[in-house]
């Protein structure tokens, strides 16, 4: 048994898993009431999701605008599936939020007379799914600027410990007298620099690692973006949610040299359209809001004229709103664009569906709180009933910035600071270093192409059988592997993302209808009535206390 005085454990107030905008937020907002935070990037600091969202963040600020409005909206898009009162508090929020990254200097665009009647002082876009102008932005880069911004003032802050290019592995849960289902006491975390793998202590757990989107072969998310936080809660006996929400990016850059660059929606709220080979649009055959209907039903209709046609992508054309509009409006992807040989201002874009967002994940309530004591969970990683069946544009942001901040008034307001004990320190005895590591590549290319190919944007009950059978046996090889070797951030990510293609899969087969981001062909209906897929694992844990979430 390892004390906690020793030096491969590291005590701190709150631990937080993750350095997008929901971990930076939360770790800021902590960092006032005194607390000591760790920040585990798994990575350097800033890179992650956040860092590449283009659009923008939805809030209600035009003066037309309203709450109510909002909420239809989001209400719309998501299916039936959203939990009214997730998107209502999301909402209500959106405006003091938008605020907030204000105060902390994230530079939005300014607006000009032309561009705003409503007298707003910032330039406001409208997206797909959006009934008005509700996105404010950084031109076509706001992750950057929420993000670069955040990381400053992290980086700046007395209270915040940054252990970049650290791994959680495990969440550290136990039970005593005191806390007899069980308690997070911690996380087991590898330096991915010195090999070596520590014991963090804390009074809570934050869980803020983003998405599972590199589940498949062609993802427009970064490498961090490996399901960590999802796979550890689901370990560690949280229940999870509507997995089968996966959401694919309508338009993606199809180039070699830049496979995960996204096209933003701001371009199809700015007029742009989508044509095939022989310049013909189209979406109008598809939905009567043709390039400006949600992107699941713009990514299905790609989908389906690739195959009709057999062309490897559709175009995007923007080359009517002309050159200085383009490079006013956005700056980031022109100039990418031009240093791959393409001038949008001219030509169409080549561009194709990859998975971008995780609508499902771990079950919280509004303030965060998941089913096991101790965790929280929010940002993408978290299931909180905003985006039900199919995520808005623009809403995630919004997510990560309230969520963050009602999870840090939670932790400040509670004040159940656990009493230090004794924790087991990372037992390596029994394993060796790894001289089969073509193994990890193998695997992890086998378990992106399958899941691709068999529980893409258009799925059979087949395909997802075959699929099963396919994760369940990769599992085993898994299992065998990482309980004989010493661990590296290879084989934890196969082993999270392998996890959580199984809840996919697993919540997919469930759903017997088509709704939302869930299309299958032997179900082409939607059901009467919206019901959540919830999975719990095998020893499911008592809900931790004041977890509302309830299922449809």
């Known amino acids: 048994m390892q004390s906690t005085e020793s030096p491969v454990c590291k005590r701190f107030d709150v631990v937080v898993v993750g350095s997008g905008a929901a971990g930076l937020t939360l770790a800021l907002r902590l ?37 109510d409005a909002h909420v239809a909206d989001t209400l719309a898009a998501g299916a039936g599936l959203c939990d009214e009162a997730a998107v209502r508090h999301t909402v209500s929020h959106s ?9 902390r200097g994230v530079p939005f665009t300014r607006a000009e007379e032309t561009d705003n009647e409503s007298g707003y002082a910032y330039h406001l876009n409208r997206e797909g799914g959006h009934s008005h102008r509700r996105i404010i932005h950084a031109d076509d880069a706001t992750g950057r600027a929420v993000e670069t911004t955040l990381e400053g003032l992290t980086r700046a802050s007395e209270r915040i410990t940054v252990f970049e290019h650290h791994m959680a592995v495990e969440l550290i849960v136990t039970a005593d007298a005191d806390e007899p289902g069980g308690r997070c006491r911690g996380v087991y975390v590898l330096d991915i620099e010195a090999d070596t ?6 009074d809570q757990v934050v869980l803020a690692t983003g998405g599972a989107n590199l589940v498949y072969l062609y993802s427009s998310n970064p490498h961090a973006a490996s399901g960590d936080g999802i796979a550890m809660a689901w370990r ?18 199809y180039h070699p040299k830049a496979r995960s ?40 209709a790609i989908d389906a004229e690739m195959k009709r046609t057999g062309q490897p992508h559709v175009w995007l054309d923007i080359t009517h709103a002309g050159k200085p509009f383009i490079e006013k409006h956005f700056p980031a992807i022109n100039a990418r664009c031009l240093e791959l040989g393409l001038d949008m201002s001219k030509e169409a874009l080549p561009v194709v569906p990859a998975a971008h967002y995780t609508c499902g994940g771990v079950i919280t309530d509004l303030a965060g709180r998941t089913d096991i004591p101790g965790v929280y969970a929010i940002g993408e990683c978290a299931f909180t009933g905003l985006h039900g069946a199919n995520r808005m544009a623009s809403n995630s942001l919004l997510e990560c910035i309230v969520y963050a901040s009602a999870a840090a008034a939670d932790i400040e307001s509670r004040d159940d600071r656990v009493q230090p004990v004794a924790l087991p320190a990372w037992d390596e005895s029994r394993v060796t270093d790894s001289d089969e590591e073509v193994v990890v590549a193998h695997n992890w ?11 893409g944007i258009v799925r059979t009950t087949k395909r997802l059988e075959r699929a099963l059978h396919r994760i369940e046996l990769l599992r085993r090889e898994i299992h065998d592997y990482y309980g004989s070797f010493r661990v590296t951030p290879g084989l934890l990510e196969l082993r999270n993302l392998a996890q959580v293609a199984e809840l996919i899969i697993r919540s997919a087969l469930d759903r017997r209808e088509s ?16 019901m959540h ?5 095998e020893h499911p844990r008592d809900s931790g206390p004041g977890v509302s979430y309830r299922p449809l």
């Open 533 to 537: 897929t919830v999975l719990s694992p």
């Open 197 to 202: 793998v520590f014991t963090f202590a804390a």
């Open 445 to 455: 290319q086998e378990l992106r192409r399958f899941m691709w190919d068999y529980v």
């Open 31 to 67: 960092a006032r009431s005194g607390r000591r935070i760790a920040v585990i990037s798994k990575g350097a600091l800033a890179e992650g999701s956040t860092l590449y969202a283009q659009g923008g963040i939805s809030a209600v600020l035009d003066a037309e605008d309203s709450v």
């Open 95 to 103: 405006r003091a939020a938008i605020e907030w990254l204000i105060e």
């Open 236 to 253: 560690a006996g949280a229940r999870v949610a509507n997995m089968e929400f996966m959401q694919f990016h309508p338009t993606c850059l």
């Open 261 to 300: 660059f996204l096209i933003s929606e701001a371009l199809r709220g700015e007029g742009a359209l989508l044509r095939l080979a022989d310049g013909s649009r189209f979406m109008p055959r598809h939905d009567e809001r043709a390039e400006l209907a949600p992107r699941d039903v713009v990514a299905r």
């Open 515 to 530: 709704r939302g981001l869930h299309y299958i062909s032997d179900f082409p209906h939607t059901l009467p009535r919206a």
